[in-house]
């Protein structure tokens, strides 16, 4: 009975060391050719296999066995291990991403409401010169735009009326009222 069981405790290590073994030489060799087999042509090779994969392991004896068996599952839940933390590094990293990514959108959305702030209270600004300068008589309206930044003058003159607009124009000294009618026209509408 004991010698049975013997048997069959080295049968099952032997089985497990080819299922390793052939784990083993699959991670090193390219992929096979697919090829059809009968039944008993498959069976009568794994049984081939497994008899060229015993004998190298036929001198060994079980305690050795056992022991390159225990070694083996030792690397291997060592290779567990290094994954699982590499998988734990990688969370952590997706977490530091995902709330910088966070910080920035929050940012970015900030920037753009205080761009959009700035762009109101400069047309505020705009359109009260342009009650300003549309109450001033022409030539001290000249005098104002003329030293005005080229942009704020060409919008403050594109809200003025038309007729205001040519007065101001007449009044300005050649040069500059050249060069902001040549910026008027040009002007983008916002």
Known sequence: MKLLNIKLALFIVCAA?????????????PAPVK??????????????????RLSKYKNKSIVQLTKELMKKERSIELRELEIQKKEESLRESEKDLTSKLKGFQQKSSKLLGCLDEHDKNQSKRVRHMVDVISGMRPQSAADVLSVQDVDISVKILGDLPPEKVSKIFNSMDKEISARLQKQFMSMKKY
């Open 17 to 29: 060391l080819s299922a390793f073994s052939f784990s083993q030489e699959a991670e090193n060799k």
């Open 35 to 52: 090829r059809n087999y009968t039944e008993k042509e498959f069976l009568d090779a794994v049984n081939k296999e497994v008899e060229n």
